[in-house]
């Protein structure tokens, strides 16, 4: 009995000791560990779908086929973008809720700790099933990485690991979704309200209740395929009298909020880091909450602007065409909000910051080729061609991307307990900012131009176009290798000068009111607040 209270006692003595070895990590419990964990995970992701993409570049440079069939160029497109969304943004972005969320809102963990252990731990076999799809039979799925029918009913077995790993993704995600809906509305420290939470909090509630919403639909999507592949149904082949429109439509319901999924956190991080380097109060705090909402609230109601050469009615095309118009309203308060913070503010341009102007600039961008696409007149033309590239990877690498990188350079001190250096932070900005548009600013006039995407040869006339964007890609790629080496792996291994609690003079949150790194526990009495709910009394 007397070694049972010793082991007790001993066990209590000291929160701030984590355990050791690899236990620490495979039985993780801790939101930052986890955390950790997923961020680590969709960077590997994240340089998986990367050489993919250099791999669809490389082919590129040139007309002519030169380094892969086309058989394999379309695996690689398809890989290419489900890789990147489900195992590198959708994670880095949970990853980035589990370390923060309890930090900001004072609480102690997550509210679901094994939950979250076993959400992160799905991720694995599914990224090495999609990974391993390769070395199947017939290869990787070709689909696209929208998995259209009926080219869906016709793949090799590795169609049916990809449906198994996205449904384990799914799985994963609304399993993480719920944990951060439970930790935001029930273990806020006492004072702070909805409307006294930071943005990164409200962002990351609204979009977990949208993955919630679309998930099931998209693993009812992937399911009917499997029946339409093995079990004799015929829901999207046109055989059996099925329609592969319908696969469309159900596709799309979950594809465009998943887009926002991709984004909502993102303005989070770029709502913390812009009032903290313009050393003012977020501009319209309240507006911002309710613009967030309101994409979110539209996000089901513009799904099909997606599908305008389907044999849409004229009608449905202007339902789709004018609601799509519509979501730029709340998207554009965002924009003008963060311009109106740094608005007369006494701006430094550190890394985080220059990340975060270099977002608002690029996906405005992104927001403008998107507004161009929602006119269906223009979309019949421009569909499927490179200018829908051009959009998308605007909005998604410049905007998500970039907001990760942002996030990344502003908490890392938190992390780790060292500063990056500013030196190789603002080179790896500059870098990736330039090989981005290097990359994907050709993009739009190889689209105007009638160029369409996911073929692996074209005419002579594209060519000039395609080895600039080749290039480019090369570059940026670079730019994210450089970034791991020379900014993670340091700070990793505490290298670098060491960070004060708060490195930012003006940064404002329950984060920056522990040391730093973060000890392993933190908050576990609710801490007292101040009126503002961004600092602790006593």
Do not use: C
């Amino acid at each position: 009995m007397s070694a049972v209270l010793d082991h007790h006692d001993h066990a209590h003595d000291d929160h701030g000791h984590a355990p050791a070895g690899w236990r620490r990590w495979v039985y993780a419990t801790n939101h930052k560990d986890i955390g950790t964990l997923y961020l680590l995970f969709s960077f590997a992701m994240l340089m998986i779908g990367g050489v993919l993409a250099l791999g669809i570049r490389a082919e590129l440079f040139q007309p002519g086929l030169q380094i892969v069939n086309p058989e394999l160029f379309n695996q690689f497109t398809t890989m290419h973008g489900i890789i990147m969304v489900f195992g590198a943004i959708m994670p880095a972005f949970v990853g980035f809720a589990n370390w923060m969320l309890p930090l900001q809102i004072g609480a102690s963990d997550m509210a679901f700790a094994r939950m979250n252990n076993f959400s992160f731990w799905l991720m694995i076999p599914a990224g090495a099933m999609l990974v391993g799809s390769f070395f199947m039979p017939g290869g990787a799925p070709a689909a696209g990485w929208t998995l259209y029918a009926p080219l869906t009913l016709q793949m090799g077995p590795s169609m049916d690991a990809g449906i198994f790993a996205m449904h384990i993704l799914g799985a994963s995600s609304i399993m993480g979704s719920i944990n951060i809906i439970v930790t935001i509305l029930n273990m806020r420290a006492p004072g702070m309200t909805l409307m006294k939470m930071p943005m990164f909090a409200w962002t990351w509630l609204i979009t977990a209740y949208l993955l919630i919403a679309v998930m099931p639909v998209l693993a009812g999507a992937i399911t009917m395929t499997l029946t339409d592949r093995h079990f004799g149904t015929s829901f999207f082949n046109p055989a059996g009298g099925g329609d592969p429109v319908m696969y469309q439509h159900i596709f799309w319901f979950f594809g465009h909020p998943e887009v926002y999924i991709m984004i909502l956190p993102a303005f989070g991080i770029i709502s913390q880091i812009v009032p903290a380097f313009a050393r003012k109060k977020l501009f319209g705090y309240a507006s911002m909450v309710y613009a967030t909402s309101s994409i979110a609230i539209l996000s089901f109601i513009v799904w099909a602007h997606h599908m305008f050469t389907t044999g849409m009615p004229v009608t449905g095309q202007l339902f789709f065409m004018y609601a799509t118009m519509l979501i730029a309203v709340p998207t554009a308060v965002k924009i003008f909000n963060w311009i109106a913070t740094m608005w007369r503010g006494s701006m430094t341009f550190e890394t985080p910051m220059l990340f975060a102007v270099g977002f608002i600039f690029v996906f405005t961008m992104g927001g403008f080729t998107g507004l161009i696409l929602a006119m269906a007149p223009i979309d019949i033309q421009l569909q499927d061609t490179y200018y829908v590239v051009a959009h998308f990877h605007y909005v998604l690498v410049a905007g998500s991307l970039f907001a990760l990188f942002a996030g990344v350079y502003y908490w890392i001190p938190k992390w780790t307990g060292v500063m990056y250096s500013e030196g190789r932070g603002k080179l790896h900005f500059w870098w990736s900012l330039i090989s981005f548009n290097v990359t994907f600013f050709p993009m739009h006039f190889l689209g105007l131009a009638g160029m369409p995407r996911r073929y692996a040869d074209y005419p002579m006339q594209f060519t000039d176009f395609n080895m600039i964007a080749s290039v480019g890609a090369f570059f940026f790629g670079f730019a994210q290798v450089y970034f791991f080496l020379f900014i993670v792996l340091p700070a990793m291994m505490g290298k670098g000068e060491k960070a004060p609690q708060k490195p930012w003079e003006a940064a404002e949150g329950l984060e920056w009111e522990v040391p730093s790194p973060a000890p392993f526990h933190t908050f576990e009495n609710p801490p007292k607040l101040d009126a503002t709910a961004t600092r602790v009394i006593g």
